[in-house]
């Protein structure tokens, strides 16, 4: 067995007020920057404090508002989301007046459902893994109100042609011949990885003469890029991450719906969520108009 990296990789990224904020603050003249700079010294002991009577200073109205933007809503997703996930965290705080930051962490399904299990800070769960929601939500971690799935993913063979063009071979028969090795996420860490193993079971292709087939990845995105650097012949990936990719010589093998389910992603509120109203907001909006063309964008599906 072969795996890639030393575990599940995890990202954070926190969206930033929005541009025209920016803006504001970089236009702010000279003078009020300088004002900025006195005011942080301590007063010279050679000058004479202002007469009692002297009326207080008025502070400046060109001194930018430097009061953080606030959090409308933490989110814990799978990292298979990261990209279109981002887009419509972005699209969603620009619509409202005070550019809230939308955090959001990133993880493959197994160290969500950890964290999720030993307390956490979140407002808002989306995974890719349909019966970890229902274990947390049976556990009383997840609110089950508001439950709604936001869009499905497929997954796909990502394989190099056969050398010998025969219509009567399928994905199946090149495992352990022509592809040598098949990379996929690691089925204890990341839930394509699961339905990965659904699909070789289905064939019963995990055995001891496969054993040494297979290069098992901590994320989706290490499993793509087993094929991306030659370190394997194919790969069980999300349909949404191989869109736009063109290896020489690679097709794309389906799955049959009985091989491999379809994935959906389900958001749910966390009962500990310090911003709930704000976090079900946050998945009407991912499940309204305005979204579907973002969720197409990055090849997911919506209904």
Same mark, same amino acid.
């Given at each position: 067995m072969? #795996?890639?990296g030393?575990g599940?990789?995890?990202?954070?990224a926190?969206?930033?007020?929005? #541009?025209?904020?920016?803006?504001s603050?970089?236009?702010?003249?000279?003078?009020? #920057?300088?004002?900025?700079?006195?005011d942080?010294?301590?007063?010279?002991?050679?000058?004479?404090?202002?007469?009692?009577?002297s009326?207080?200073?008025?502070p400046?109205?060109?001194?930018?508002?430097?009061?953080?933007?606030?959090?409308a809503?933490?989110?814990?997703?799978?990292?298979?989301?990261?990209?279109?996930?981002? %887009?419509?965290a972005?699209?969603?705080?620009?619509?409202?007046?005070?550019?809230?930051?939308?955090?959001?962490?990133?993880?493959?399904?197994?160290?969500?459902?950890?964290?999720i %299990?030993?307390?956490?800070?979140?407002?808002?769960?989306?995974?890719?893994?349909?019966?970890?929601?229902?274990?947390?939500?049976?556990?009383?971690?997840?609110?089950?109100?508001?439950?709604?799935?936001?869009?499905?993913?497929?997954?796909?063979?990502?394989?190099? #042609?056969?050398?010998?063009?025969?219509?009567?071979l399928?994905?199946?028969?090149?495992?352990?011949?022509?592809?040598?090795k098949?990379?996929? +996420?690691?089925?204890?860490?990341?839930?394509?990885?699961?339905?990965?193993?659904?699909?070789?079971?289905?064939?019963?292709?995990?055995?001891d003469?496969?054993?040494?087939?297979?290069?098992?990845?901590?994320?989706?995105?290490?499993a793509?890029?087993?094929?991306?650097?030659?370190?394997?012949?194919?790969?069980?990936?999300?349909?949404?991450?191989l869109t +736009?990719?063109?290896?020489?010589?690679?097709d794309?093998?389906?799955?049959?719906?009985?091989?491999?389910?379809?994935?959906?992603?389900?958001?749910?509120v966390?009962r500990?969520?310090?911003?709930a109203?704000?976090?079900?907001?946050?998945?009407?909006?991912?499940?309204?108009?305005?979204a579907?063309?973002?969720?197409?964008?990055? +090849?997911?599906?919506?209904?």
């Amino acid at each position: 067995m072969h #795996r890639l990296g030393p575990g599940a990789c995890r990202t954070n990224a926190a969206l930033r007020p929005n #541009r025209h904020a920016r803006a504001s603050r970089r236009s702010q003249p000279g003078h009020a #920057r300088a004002a900025r700079r006195a005011d942080s010294c301590s007063t010279p002991t050679n000058v004479a404090p202002p007469p009692a009577s002297s009326p207080a200073a008025t502070p400046s109205t060109n001194a930018p508002d430097t009061t953080p933007s606030p959090v409308a809503v933490s989110i814990i997703a799978d990292s298979s989301l990261k990209k279109v996930l981002q %887009e419509l965290a972005q699209n969603w705080a620009d619509s409202l007046d005070n550019s809230p930051q939308v955090p959001i962490t990133l993880t493959n399904a197994a160290t969500m459902r950890s964290k999720i %299990e030993s307390g956490s800070d979140w407002d808002l769960v989306i995974s890719a893994d349909l019966q970890d929601v229902k274990d947390l939500t049976d556990k009383g971690l997840l609110v089950p109100d508001g439950q709604r799935t936001l869009a499905r993913n497929t997954l796909e063979i990502y394989g190099r #042609r056969a050398l010998i063009k025969d219509d009567e071979l399928d994905w199946f028969d090149l495992v352990g011949t022509e592809w040598k090795k098949v990379a996929l +996420g690691n089925p204890d860490l990341v839930a394509s990885g699961r339905v990965a193993k659904h699909a070789l079971d289905k064939h019963s292709l995990i055995n001891d003469d496969t054993k040494d087939v297979f290069v098992y990845a901590p994320t989706d995105a290490r499993a793509v890029s087993a094929v991306e650097e030659e370190k394997a012949d194919a790969v069980f990936a999300y349909k949404s991450d191989l869109t +736009g990719l063109n290896l020489h010589g690679f097709d794309i093998f389906p799955l049959t719906s009985d091989e491999a389910p379809p994935i959906f992603y389900t958001a749910a509120v966390l009962r500990s969520a310090k911003n709930a109203a704000q976090a079900q907001a946050f998945i009407l909006f991912c499940t309204g108009d305005s979204a579907r063309p973002i969720w197409a964008k990055y +090849g997911f599906e919506t209904n």
